[in-house]
């Protein structure tokens, strides 16, 4: 076990480097990364010099590539571009509660809907119950979010009122401005409302998906004849499904979560963007739109990192969960 | 012989699929009848319905696409297909008991051998743990294997495919039923191990006192073991006698052509190709009209092709649904 | 003699294959979903296609001044107009056929890709395999969503460009399950038959692993059109895709966020028509799997 953990840690590096390399090459493409800048007439020329100079436009690529590379691992990730006087890493710090908060609920939520949801329509196959859930599913999986958003949007800020004539919901945004102070329960609930719409929104296509994958994992256990078995020696059928059939439909199901932990933290760009919430997603397109490299690379390369660490915390986990595989 | 109790009594059974292609008469008015104690072959081609017939007694057909329509299962004087699933579920596991044809995946991969063969027991004793542990590991010794202590907490994967079978008929007569259905459950087994577990359960036969079912497409596998043998064909029973007479006097061509097919060493010149039966098994969606196996009958006349024929004793105890029976 | 037979087993091969394709499209044909499915993309494809037949108007004129813009519909414009004055319903085939025509263009040539890839890595095994699936392992643990906007923003905003941006980040998938397929295919009898008698690895990876995989392939690049048509509009809805003039799907909800108060049937119908599409898509691809094999995981 820990020579493989071991192994595995190792394998890791080169896979991080290859990361970082794309990250670095995409970025170095541009022809010149400080553009933007020298048309701000708020910037003086002598600080772009400067800049410049600090991330190493001067030097050959691979020199450049030297010079991100060990301040990355120094922990010094340079400073932000599109929010002069803080650090990249202030930036990213900034973002990433935000976006954890609403990934986080949307990713609980989701599960909380779709697993039991994908156990009945498996264990009703060809039911009514089953055709709803699927097409259901379907609908979910083929919506454009940022159109669902817009229409959400649409819905309960436009023609839903309050009787004061307010939006039912907050159309963008993550708090009202001015109840920093307030109460915990003001503000609880304040921030609740905010949450609804992107939450739904990313929940309806994730719930999507994730009764698709339990359904057809439970679709495949329970024709297996193990299941037919336990029928065989007169267990209950709520036990066949709850304890037989589920154990070993949710190996998979248990991978599919480790794997889906990283896109919590990489957050969901174009939701975030429609509603106007200061996450990971849209800070990183907004770093790469804005010309800010140094965030945007360090965000590309920190939600990488994530999905390579999670991937083989989903192989140790899958090893744990299923007694059929060996660390070797 | 037939002054012993009879134990279960299959009347005129009738077991049809619905499938997307059409109605297939799986069993289609099939008898058999087993007594107390004693071992039955059901033997027949793929298709001729007889491991339906096995799970129609354990009332274990899936539903849809699977369905009894008629007939009756009178075990110990009652009729199985008028129980609820609860009764049948008690029955299950208890009263009888089924092995499968692939021990590879009979067992659930994600429970140890030693849980699932307690599970069963305690199903249908009422008994703690400890006691229920305790007959497990005196079934695992039963049934011949080494180190049951060692063995009750390995996993299915971690044990060769004698071994699990074995550890199939050790769950499967923990509750001593009084029928045990082994459904191919030596044919995916090397020919030495094949031997070992048709020893073993002839053994375990003369020790416990049960009826065995034994069903399988190989002749050879039932001669030593089976007092009687039924001959299966297309959904119906063809010739039911003891095993003498079957391998002695078979009645049915039919079951001259199966025992023509098996190859017998001694007799055997090396260039004569081994007799097999013309034709094919018909297709379930379009059975022959008269007898179901004119088709291929060398002795089918216009009457085999029009009428019929009904299964009638030829001799005490030998039932023959032929209406040019072969002469002894 | 021996001519003979070869053709009557070349005949037999035949309807064998006819029989296989005859088997699929009929259990297709019994799938509801896929029928679904196919009656929505057919309705799509009249739409774009026949629709311009029908409905002459050019999706890139433009009324001049106030009165033209935001139009709502009207016997001149069916779908109304949008904020440049240009008639929506025009745009709506024209962009539904370049949305179209880059899903269909990147997901088949991402499963070429994915396939070539997979097939190279499974058939050689050893060095290569385990450097081209550390490679896929690698471009699947970027997030492809960022990526593909830093791209965009790199590479520029044709439609060519936008291919292949789509193309880069979706081939892996492909690549993985032709690799897994092609590892147990050189394993089967045919194919150490083949290599027995000398055939080359070029020929036994395209003549006799690759057939075997594309029945899988056409199913996931037909789910993979969908996704792209989907990839398409939201880089285009960031601004990052296809540029006005030229009408797309995706960046005709561009600027739509911004008319949701006075124009909001803008935001409906181009979205709509994106969802219909790869509802479309989903469900027959979905019913094209299980006619192939139920039990294929994609």
Not at chain 2, 30 to 46: A, M, Q
Not at chain 2, 193 to 208: N, P, S
Not at chain 3, 152 to 177: C, E, N, P, T
Not at chain 3, 183 to 212: D, T
């Amino acid at each position: 076990m820990r020579d493989y953990v071991i192994r595995r840690v190792l394998g890791m590096i080169p896979l991080i480097l290859i990361v970082m390399i794309v990250a670095f090459a995409i970025f170095s493409l541009v022809p010149n990364p400080f553009a933007a800048l020298i048309e701000n007439p708020r910037i003086k020329k002598a600080d772009i010099e400067r800049l410049i100079k600090a991330w190493g436009f001067d030097l050959p690529w691979y020199l450049r590539f030297f010079k991100w590379f060990s301040g990355v691992i120094k922990g010094d990730w340079g400073p932000s571009l599109l929010y002069p006087g803080s650090s990249a890493r202030d930036v990213i710090a900034r973002a990433l509660p935000v976006t954890i908060r609403v990934m986080g609920i949307e990713f609980l939520l989701s599960l909380l809907i779709a697993l039991p949801i994908g156990i009945i329509s498996a264990v009703k196959q060809y039911s009514v119950t089953d055709y709803v859930v699927t097409v259901f599913s379907f609908l979910g999986m083929s919506m454009p979010t940022f159109w669902f958003g817009l229409m959400m949007m649409m819905l309960f800020s436009v023609f839903l009122k309050r009787p004061s004539g307010a939006p039912l919901l907050p159309a963008g945004g993550i708090m009202t401005p001015g109840l920093e102070e307030a109460p915990f329960w003001t503000r609880f609930v304040d921030q609740l409302q905010y949450l609804v719409m992107p939450v739904l929104v990313l929940a309806f296509s994730s719930v999507g998906s994730w009764t698709r994958y339990m359904r057809s994992s439970m679709l495949e256990v329970v024709r297996q004849d193990y299941i037919r078995t336990a029928r065989a020696k007169g267990v209950p059928e709520r036990l066949v499904i709850n304890k037989h059939a589920l154990r070993n439909a949710l190996i998979p199901i248990v991978t599919l979560v480790a794997l889906s932990v990283p896109g919590i933290v990489g957050g969901a760009s174009i939701t975030e963007k429609i509603f106007n919430i200061p996450g990971m997603g849209s800070l990183i397109i907004a770093a790469e739109t804005k010309s800010d490299y140094p965030t945007a690379m360090v965000g590309l390369m920190l939600t990488s990192v994530l999905v390579i660490v999670f991937n083989l915390i989903a192989d140790i986990v899958y090893a744990w969960v299923d007694p059929r595989i060996k660390y070797s | 012989m037939d002054n012993r109790e009879v134990l279960v009594d299959v009347k005129n059974l009738r077991t049809f699929f619905y499938t997307e292609d059409g109605v297939v008469p799986a069993v289609d008015g099939l008898d058999l009848t087993i007594h107390r104690g004693e071992i039955v072959g059901l033997v027949g081609e793929s298709g001729c319905g007889k491991s339906v017939t096995a799970l129609s007694i354990m009332r274990l057909i899936p539903n849809p696409p699977g369905k009894i329509i008629s007939g009756e299962i009178i075990f110990h004087g009652e009729n199985l297909l008028k129980k609820s699933e609860e009764e049948m579920r008690l029955i299950r596991g208890d009263k009888i008991s089924m092995i499968f044809q692939e021990p590879m995946t009979s067992l659930n991969p994600v429970f140890t051998v030693g849980d699932q063969i307690s599970e069963a027991i305690t199903l249908h004793q009422k008994t703690d743990e400890a006691e229920a542990r305790k007959r497990t590991v005196e079934m695992l010794h039963l049934v011949g294997i080494p180190e049951p202590e060692r063995r009750y907490r390995q996993y299915p994967h971690e044990l060769s495919g004698g071994m699990r079978q074995r550890v199939m008929i050790a769950m499967a007569l923990s509750s001593n039923p009084d029928l045990l259905i082994s459904d191919e459950a030596t044919t995916a087994l090397d020919v030495t191990i094949q031997a070992q577990i048709l020893d073993l359960m002839r053994g375990l036969q003369k020790k416990l006192g049960m009826a065995i079912l034994i069903i399988t497409h190989n002749l050879a596998v039932v001669a030593e073991m089976a007092e009687t043998i039924a001959i299966a064909y297309a959904g119906k029973i063809v010739e039911n006698a003891s095993a003498r007479e079957i391998f002695k006097s078979p009645r049915h061509p039919y079951t001259y052509g199966l025992l023509q097919s098996i190859p017998k060493f001694a007799e055997r010149r090396t260039n004569e190709p081994l007799p097999a039966i013309e034709g094919m098994v018909p297709s379930p969606y379009h059975m022959p009209n008269g007898c179901r196996f004119n088709p291929r009958c060398p002795f089918a006349t216009e009457k085999c092709r029009a009428e019929e024929p009904e299964l009638v004793e030829l001799t005490p105890g030998h039932l023959v649904r032929c209406f040019h029976p072969i002469e002894p | 003699m021996a001519e003979q037979a070869v053709a009557a087993e070349k005949k037999k091969r035949s309807s064998d294959d006819y029989s296989y394709v005859g088997m699929v499209f009929h259990r297709l044909t019994r799938h509801k979903l896929a029928m679904a499915g196919a009656v929505m993309l057919i309705l799509m494809m009249l739409f774009v296609f026949v629709g311009p037949l029908v409905w002459r108007a050019d999706p890139n004129e433009q009324i001049p001044g106030l009165e033209g813009m935001f139009n709502p519909p009207s016997q001149a414009h069916p779908l109304g107009t949008d904020d440049y004055g240009r008639d929506v319903l025009a745009r709506m085939f024209f962009g539904g056929r370049i949305s179209l025509f880059i899903g269909f263009i990147s997901a088949v040539s991402a499963t070429l890709i994915g396939a070539f890839i997979g097939l190279l890595a499974g058939y050689y095994g050893g060095w290569a395999d385990n450097l081209l699936m550390r490679f896929t392992d690698a471009m699947l643990s970027i997030p492809t969503f960022p990526l593909l906007i830093a791209l965009a923003s790199v590479m520029g905003k044709g439609m060519w460009q936008i291919i292949m941006v789509i193309v880069v980040f979706g081939w892996m998938s492909d690549a993985r399950l032709v690799r897994g397929l092609a590892l147990s295919l050189k394993e089967q009898e045919y194919v150490e038959a083949a290599r027995a008698i000398g055939a080359s690895a070029n020929r036994i990876m395209w003549r006799h692993l690759f057939p075997n995989t594309l029945a899988v392939l056409i199913v996931s690049t037909t789910i993979g059109i969908g996704s792209s048509i989907i990839y398409e509009a939201s880089i285009s809805f960031l601004g990052f895709g296809i540029q006005a003039p030229l009408a797309s799907w995706g960046n005709m909800l561009q600027n739509a966020q911004q008319f949701i108060w006075n124009a909001p049937r803008l935001i409906v119908y181009p979205g709509l028509a994106i969802f219909i599409t790869v509802l479309g898509f989903n469900f027959f691809g979905d019913g094209l799997r299980d006619a192939i094999d139920p039990k294929l995981k994609l």
